[in-house]
């Protein structure tokens, strides 16, 4: 075999290792996204990593904003799993509001917020999915209202 035909060899056998990653951690992702989604609404947000590790954060919270689940992927590798995170900036997060961590994160500076990017997107999805179901409750309270008044 020559020089070249053993480099394409090699690739080929590299970009298989990463297809079957990739199918791995997809799998791994869907699997965490059911499984935080039991535990109310999810916001998930992600921070890429160039030479370090970057991470994906769920976190799952009821109808008034309190964290019911908060799962966090973090590495560099397909290998690496979804686990609890019970804790973030020094403070427990189950049964804490999440507008107590937004609140937090308003501060934060320039480089704060490059680093926590994903907590940020997450809360933030949260906070939106709230207010947007919240919209529609009152919509359809203000419909039935009229129903009501239309009948009297």
Not at 71 to 95: H, R
Not at 97 to 117: G, H, N, P, T, V
């Amino acid at each position: 075999m020559s020089g070249i035909s053993k480099m394409l060899l090699i690739v080929f056998v590299l970009f298989i290792l990463q297809a079957l990653g990739g199918w791995y951690q997809i799998q791994n992702y869907r699997k965490a996204m059911r499984r935080v989604h039991q535990y109310g609404n999810v916001g998930f947000g992600q921070r890429k990593g160039r030479l370090t590790a970057g991470y994906i954060i769920m976190i799952a919270c009821d109808h008034d904003g309190i964290i019911t689940r908060c799962e966090i992927m973090q590495g560099l590798s397909f290998l690496a799993k979804f686990k609890p995170l019970n804790e973030f900036l020094g403070k427990d997060m189950k049964g804490r509001s999440i507008y107590e961590f937004l609140d937090d994160m308003k501060d934060f500076d320039k480089k704060q917020k490059k680093k926590y990017k994903g907590y940020i997107n997450a809360f933030e999805a949260l906070d939106q999915r709230l207010q947007d179901t919240k919209l529609e409750e009152d919509q359809k309270e203000a419909v039935s209202q009229e129903a009501q008044d239309a009948l009297a």
